[in-house]
């Protein structure tokens, strides 16, 4: 698909994909739903480098290119994923624990709105037990439709300006077909080396057809891996208080 590029803006013309928005750092294009109509090119192109040229929309997963410009058209090809945990898919919470961070920008809605400018991602609270061991947090999403589900990926990075501590570090999936009964569907066990990319669990068998229903549990963070912070007398990291997970992904086709 061609990019047609003036300072400081880029646009792809004759997108197959679904984009809500398209264009570079600090500008969005402005135009909604598909643009696979638009055919409109800017005067006074330079050739250059855009640095962050971003698709996203529909329901995909966003992607963000660095694209050189060309005297000319210059043509990119995009493959976006579908990720029916998001709320371009239909997605959204139906119950959660913990406290709300919403008003920053991380509640748990918001993990199934992180976009490709950033922000997004769900961080909780943590809390540890006189014995030692951590109170469990979870959210539950609701897809759009039922899935026949062939991947679940999670990044556990930290979000909400927490540092890496907060990522998530234990966790497990649930599947429903109603809400109400539950199957696990698979385990996560994340280190640092995991923060800021997808990492796709085991599933296990009888935990993807006709999926409706997906509960995220979070059980521990990262605090571990960083043994010179300390959470007394005061936390010198936001892992002694908070757990994050940037990103819940399902994969699949409508059942």
């Known amino acids: ?37 638009v055919t409109d090119a800017i005067t006074g192109v330079l050739p250059g480098t855009c640095p962050k040229v971003y698709a996203s929309g529909g329901g995909a997963d966003s992607e963000t290119r660095a694209v050189s410009v060309r005297s000319g058209t210059t043509k990119v090809d995009w493959s976006l994923r579908l990720n029916w945990a998001s709320g371009g898919a239909g997605a959204g919470v139906t119950a959660f624990n913990g406290v709300d961070f919403t008003q920053y920008g991380c509640g748990p809605g918001d993990l199934v ?6 922000g997004g991602g769900w961080s909780t609270d943590k809390v540890v037990r006189p014995d030692g061991t951590i109170e469990t947090r979870y959210v539950t999403i609701e897809l759009g439709k039922p899935v026949n589900v062939s991947a679940i990926e999670i990044d556990p990075s930290n979000v909400c300006g927490d540092d890496p501590p907060a990522a998530a570090k234990d966790v497990t999936v649930e599947t429903s077909v109603d809400g109400t009964t539950w199957v696990k ?3 996560g066990d994340f280190k640092p ?6 990492t796709a669990l085991q599933l296990a068998p009888g935990s993807a057809t006709g999926v409706r229903f997906v509960r995220l549990t979070v059980s521990s963070n990262q605090l571990s891996f960083y043994p010179d912070e300390a959470c007394s007398p005061q936390p010198t990291t936001a892992g002694c208080l908070y757990m994050d997970v940037q990103k819940l992904a399902v994969r699949g086709a409508p059942a």
């Open 113 to 118: 709105a992180s976009s490709v400018l950033g």
């Open 185 to 187: 569907a698979g385990t």
């Open 193 to 198: 080396a995991d923060l800021n990319k997808l």
């Open 1 to 37: 698909m061609p990019i047609y590029r003036s300072p400081g803006w880029a646009y792809l013309v004759g997108a197959d994909v679904h984009c809500d928005c398209i264009g570079t750092s600090g500008h969005d294009s402005g135009f909604g739903g598909s643009l696979s109509a």
